[in-house]
């Protein structure tokens, strides 16, 4: 499976942006990019996900590098209720062998100050 | 909530035990996935079923683990003679079937104390 980059820990401010970066040098053509959170005993809860161009959600955007070895997952105003686990994904198209496995890394963790 | 149920939550058993833990995924959801999580690290993937078909193993499930869906439907994961590294959350996840990519829809997990 390729493999994502994330810093282990990032801070934010309550109301400020957030932006998460992550790094997928190896990143294939079928690769989709996924960001799942995690916040504090539950189980994982899907962001968004791309393939090549920028994503919108209610929840966040997805920033896609043109040469797709980069992603930036924005959090237009960060409350208290974002401090959680970000993590960044590269699944296959779920049609291909890996039935849309899903791979996580250590993830992100953020923390949002008051 | 995102409408998949895991049962029970939490489970504390002693060593050499078996436990069976049940996943109800989203009724209209073809796929279902298992996933352990240790404390500090992120979820690794256990298995994979297609309607009642499991179609993937990871090679972190030892021959105690079996995890079964039958008709389509619930999922259970069991685990025979626990150990005390099986301690961790065991989470459940849903997804339909679609072209391109799909969404996982994870459950609140089950966690594993074993004693």
Redesign the interface.
Known sequence: DAKTTQPNSMESNEEEPVHLPCNHSTISGTD?I?W?RQLPS?????VI?G?TSNVNNRMASLAIAEDRKSSTLILHRATLRDAA?Y?CIL?A???GTS?????????TILTVHP | DTGVSQDPRHKITKRGQNVTFRCDPISEHNRLYWYRQTLGQGPEFLTYFQNEAQLEKSRLLSDRFSAERPKGSFSTLEIQRTEQGDSAMYLCASSLRLAGTDTQYFGPGTRLTVL
Do not use: M, R, W
Not at chain 1, 42 to 46: K, L, R, V
Not at chain 1, 99 to 107: C, S
């Open positions: 989709y996924h799942y539950q189980g994982p809860e899907y996900h393939l686990v993590y699944s198209d779920a049609g039935y849309g496995k899903l791979t996580f890394g250590q993830g």
